[in-house]
């Protein structure tokens, strides 16, 4: 499904006719480009500030997990294709019954700090990571551990029961050093960058590992700009103050006059109306399928991105090749008619409800704008709601105080867990409070399958479930942009919002 | 004939009133209907400025978010010059404690960080325009009043008035039939001040994100929204930022305009 | 100097009601700092947690006490969204919004005034016109709008600029001031306009009045009535204008710093208002408030200074 292709835009030329001019231009390009090899430095512009812990068990945001994933590795990493390749570990293997792993550390593996990492520093992350981490899916499967033992450079984990999606867990627990107590601010890992810098709003830096243990990457220096405005952020690509750009919008590729490259992927990201299932009139199934039938996906691709983007059936996003169910996507074809008889059916027409979005992200407020004018010609009335993020954090999501939202989802951890299993009914995160026992019992089935087959066939059980009741109107998975300086190469979307700087290199 | 300022300024506010009020009305093309085949089309004779990233018209968009801007800066106005002249008739007629009080009020608010006070009333009450007015014109007391102020303590010592309190003539009667029409040559500039001050205030609120929800649009928020299609479609950011350039110009050379013709 | 000791008391007083009511806002505003530490992940639990170890768990007035109490001592508190002292945190952005505030002045004060004084003293009603609607349409842009424009034109289409490429004034000097000049300028341009304007229609005043005549009829040349006489009563008003634009400019900063990406406080007001990060806001609140009465004090003095008619008042 995912598309890899390299849109080289032609450069509107007016720029270079001018000149450059003196000043601050001669300063920055310094510190922009020197791609010579070897020394090559990359600026990367970043939408938003990082969390304001660094610590790999504290982060909550994205766009933090994002770039730190260049810093942190657990025992196996997910590669670009969604499998799992050792990282710390050198090999692994499972018992035949499921429940034992066994990992053998990989020789002379060091922290940045230094230090060489030990089978101890391995066990005091998995306790420090089930303590501590904020990841509740993590933190669930961690506690199906009976024990974590080592002898010698040979670490053995034995599950309570079966669990065929347990290296993902393994994944997301970075190795980090014993008793280390400034994760927080100066994070050690053991990634092919090391952490240099972080200075609030402004940037943060990233060098090479030179120690790094699959070869040191091709760049010395990542910066990372904090921008915290998509417009800002935009200008300054196109005036070439960054080399890079990550999840940029079509709209704003398509207005680029600098002549970078252009790649084009997705965000793994689900993108729905979220309507609260526990409130009138979003309670009755006939009126969330009603709206399923009144939102025309096709129309807002087309008009958002253009018609790149991939559409949804249910909440699992198509890069999860494994779990996605394509036949769900066209589940509900756009019917205006149907719309309308089924609101009827249910004593709702005329029906009137507010979307709240959060205003700081551009994409779900444009989704929400076209669905606003969408359902105005068939007859509903949205509004929509721009709210700050933390008030949307506070109202909508811990407090699942409203209607219908647009969000997007992501998932945490390379697991379909990660994405179904917050609609859980008793789930602290079912922000939507659906409520399904068939549900429950297939994601509780999923979770304790024996074999990779049958966990399969549970999740995608569960989502069509999702889809059968309509929970949400689901959208989309937004296409994703990155730009890039023609002066590098090599830049590969994971299947997971993952940034890896150590594949790109000068040309 | 010599006053040219007059002139053009009349000329230029009464065209742009026209369009705006037209606007509330009618406009060439729906402002919320979207068209994907339309999308980012550069101006044209349908499209005098072109088209947005949704293919809906800008001129029309224009007209009503130009509307929306107009509306607020005017009630704004209205609001803190209604309470700007209550406060400050009575602090600077009377003075004494609650003057020292209402000034100290007014000191609080004029250094209270504006978007903070607005952000504070919007999140109680709700992003509506009508917040947005409210949130505004609280901001826009203190100038008022002050002003006001200052004119009724240097008028209210004068013969005439003592004449008038003499003569038994009410409080209120003397406040606002006696001593206010002798504020308005100050009054009126500080309208126009702060009308022009009200649309700028208005547009850096929608361009913090704070503001006028879609699809409804006010110039600030167009200039906001237009911001990522500079190079691409530079019609939409250039027409929604030089309509607020006009609306301020209008109006204050019309004000221009009226205090020359007063003076000569 | 009983007008000074008032003066300062008053300015204590407002201070201290600003940061209360500063404080009071964040109690009314939905969302509190875990909100958005915890973000997608928060828990009822966790939420409590994080509650009790940032102290939100206290009474309202226990914590704005605390807080008061300490600031008075000097330590600002710690920020909740960015784990450092608030200190440090303003340590690293004040200067740049301080230096933006200054060259923005700078930048009025030196194009202003002479402008000002040439077009108040000369009479052409070709340069008359020409300047009052030049200064009517400057008068009109709004700064953000200018400053949109300046990115567009000097960073894309002539490549004069790096938007977003600041520069740390410890990197490197004339980097920093060349990159602040183009925010600098957009902040400037409209108080120019406005000075000029205003100082304009003060020397054109003075210029009717009696003394002016008089000085003439003996023979004085006019440049010298200007200088001696002239100039000092007309710069009155403009320098309480100067002081009040001075204000303006600095929390114009806080949509400038958006627009050119500069690492100062107003663009950390505006996210710590999002993150309901309660030190660092009120931190700056304090400062902006100081910054705005302490500047409006001084055109105060400056007028009593320079006004012998308000010194006998």
Not at chain 1, 159 to 184: G, M, R
Not at chain 2, 83 to 88: F, R
Not at chain 3, 282 to 288: C, G, M, N, R
Request: charged share 15%.
């Amino acid at each position: 499904m995912r598309k890899r292709i390299a849109v080289l835009l032609t450069s509107l030329a007016l720029s270079c006719a001018l000149g450059a001019g003196p000043g601050a231009t001669a300063v920055m390009a310094e510190e922009t480009k020197n791609a010579s090899s070897g020394n090559a430095e990359l600026v990367v512009g970043l939408s938003q500030d990082l969390d304001n812990s660094l610590d790999p068990y504290q982060i909550t945001a994205a766009g933090t997990r994002e770039v730190l994933f260049n810093v942190f590795e657990g025992l196996v990493k997910p590669d670009t294709d969604g499998n799992f390749v050792d990282a710390v570990a050198s090999e692994h293997s499972v018992s035949d019954d499921g429940i034992t792993y066994t990992f053998t550390l990989r020789d002379g593996v060091k922290f940045h700090n230094g230090e060489t990492v030990s089978a101890d520093d391995v066990l005091y992350s998995f306790e420090t990571c089930a303590a501590t981490t904020t990841n509740t899916a993590v933190a669930g499967a961690l506690s199906d551990i009976q024990d974590v033992t080592s002898s010698g450079n040979e670490i053995t984990i034995t599950l309570k029961e079966k669990n065929s999606s347990f290296l993902s867990t393994v994944s997301s627990v970075s190795i980090v050093p014993a008793d280390y107590a400034d994760q927080a601010t100066a994070p050690v890992g053991t990634g092919p960058f090391r952490f240099e810098s972080y200075s609030p709003q402004d940037k943060v830096v990233f060098v090479r590992n030179d120690d790094y243990y699959a070869g040191a990457p091709a760049l010395s220096k990542v910066t990372c700009r904090i921008f915290e405005d998509a417009n800002a952020l935009y200008t300054s690509l196109d005036a070439g103050a960054l080399d890079m750009a990550l999840h940029m919008s079509l709209d704003q590729v398509n207005s680029l006059s600098n002549g970078y490259d252009v790649i084009e992927g997705e965000m793994n990201l689900v993108q729905a109306l979220y309507l609260n299932n526990g409130k009138a009139p979003f309670d009755d199934e006939r009126v969330r399928q009603a709206l399923c039938y009144a939102i025309d996906i096709d129309s807002i691709l087309e008009l958002t991105e253009d018609g790149h983007g991939a559409k949804l059936g249910s909440s699992v996003y198509p890069s999860f090749t494994k779990y996605f169910d394509e036949s769900l996507v066209g589940a509900y074809p756009y019917d205006p008619a149907k719309a309308a008889e089924l609101l009827d059916e249910a004593g709702a027409s005329g029906l009137s409800f507010t979307i709240k979005v959060p205003s700081n992200y551009t994409p779900h407020v444009d989704t929400a704008s076209v669905i606003v004018e969408m359902l105005s010609a068939a007859g509903i009335n949205a509004s929509i709601q721009k709210v700050e993020w933390s008030t949307w954090l506070n109202d909508v999501y811990q407090g699942r105080d409203f209607e219908a939202t647009v969000i997007g989802f992501d998932a945490a951890y390379l697991s379909a867990d990660a994405l179904l299993q917050r609609w859980v009914s008793t789930d602290s995160s079912n922000m939507i409070n659906y409520s399904n026992k068939d549900y429950d019992a297939a994601i509780e089935k999923a979770q304790h399958a024996t074999d990779d087959e049958e966990q399969v066939a549970a999740y995608k059980e569960a989502e069509k479930i999702l889809s059968d009741t309509a929970a949400n109107v689901y959208i989309q998975d937004l296409a994703d942009f990155v730009v890039l300086n023609p002066k590098f190469t090599g830049y590969e979307f994971y299947p997971l919002y993952a940034s890896d700087f150590s594949k790109i290199r000068p040309v | 004939m010599k006053n040219r300022y007059l002139l053009t300024g009349g000329i230029l506010s009464t065209l742009v009133t026209s369009v705006i009020v037209t606007g509330y009305f009618w406009t060439p093309y729906s402002t919320t209907a979207m068209n994907a085949r339309e999308k980012m089309q550069p101006p044209s004779l349908s499209h005098w400025f072109g088209t947005d990233n949704f293919g809906r018209d800008v001129f029309s968009r224009v007209m009503q978010g130009a509307g929306c801007s107009f509306l607020i800066a005017v009630l704004v106005v209205l609001i803190g010059c209604f309470a700007g002249v209550v406060i400050g008739s009575l602090c600077g007629y009377f003075g004494g404690t609650a003057d020292l009080i209402l000034m100290r009020i007014c000191d609080t608010i004029t250094a209270f960080p504006a978007i903070l006070l607005a952000l504070v009333i919007i999140s109680i009450a709700g992003s509506s325009v009508s917040n947005i007015v409210l949130a505004l014109g609280i901001l826009f007391i203190p100038s008022f009043a002050r002003v006001v102020r200052t004119q009724y303590a240097g008028i209210r010592d004068l013969n005439y008035i003592k004449a008038a309190r003499l003569e038994g003539v009410s409080v209120p009667r003397i406040l606002y039939a006696h001593i206010l029409p002798n504020t308005l040559p100050v009054l009126v500039p500080a309208m126009t001040i702060g009308f022009n001050n009200a649309v700028l205030a208005e547009a850096s609120m929608s361009f913090l994100g704070i503001g006028i929800q879609p699809p409804m649009a006010s110039l600030g928020s167009m200039l906001k929204d237009s911001q990522n299609y500079l190079t691409s479609a530079p019609w939409y950011a250039l027409g929604a930022g030089f309509s607020i350039v006009l609306l301020i110009l209008s109006f204050s050379l019309l004000s221009e305009g009226i205090q020359v013709s007063r003076n000569e | 100097m009983r007008q000074i000791i008032k003066k300062t008391a008053s300015l204590i007083i407002t201070l201290f009601i600003v940061s209360l009511l500063a404080f009071l806002a964040f109690q009314i505003i939905p969302g509190d700092p875990t909100t958005k530490i915890l973000g997608t992940s928060a828990s009822p639990e966790k939420v409590a947690a994080l509650r009790t170890q940032l102290g939100l768990d206290r009474p309202v007035w226990e914590r704005y006490i605390d807080w008061l109490v300490s600031f008075l001592k000097g330590d600002f508190g710690t920020s909740y969204n960015y784990m450092r002292p608030v200190r440090s945190l303003l340590a690293d952005k004040l200067p740049v919004t301080v230096l933006l505030t200054v060259m923005s002045f700078a930048i009025t004060a030196a194009a202003a005034i002479p402008l000002g004084i040439v077009l108040g003293s000369i009479r052409n009603a070709l340069a008359d016109h020409l300047t009052m609607i030049l200064d009517q349409i400057i008068m009109a842009v709004p700064p953000f709008f200018f400053g949109i424009i300046a990115c567009y034109l000097f960073g894309i289409v002539l490549k004069w600029f790096l938007p977003g490429g600041y520069v740390p004034l410890s990197a490197s000097i004339p980097g920093c001031l060349s990159y602040l000049l183009l925010p600098a300028l957009s902040l400037a341009l409209p108080r120019i306009a406005m000075t000029v304007r205003m100082l304009r229609g003060s020397i054109r005043h003075e210029l009717t009045q009696n003394y002016v005549l008089t000085a003439q009829s003996r023979g004085m040349p006019l440049r010298a009535i200007l200088i001696r006489h002239v100039m000092r009563n007309a710069m009155i008003p403009v320098v309480t204008f100067l002081a009040v634009s001075a204000a303006e400019i600095m929390t114009g900063t806080i949509i400038i710093e958006q627009v050119f990406t500069i690492p100062g406080i107003g663009r950390l007001l505006v996210s710590s208002i999002g993150n309901r990060d309660f030190p660092v806001v009120q931190a700056i609140v304090v400062i902006l408030a100081a910054w705005i009465m302490i500047v409006n004090f001084i055109a105060d003095l400056l007028n009593h200074w320079m006004d012998p008619r308000m010194r006998s008042e």
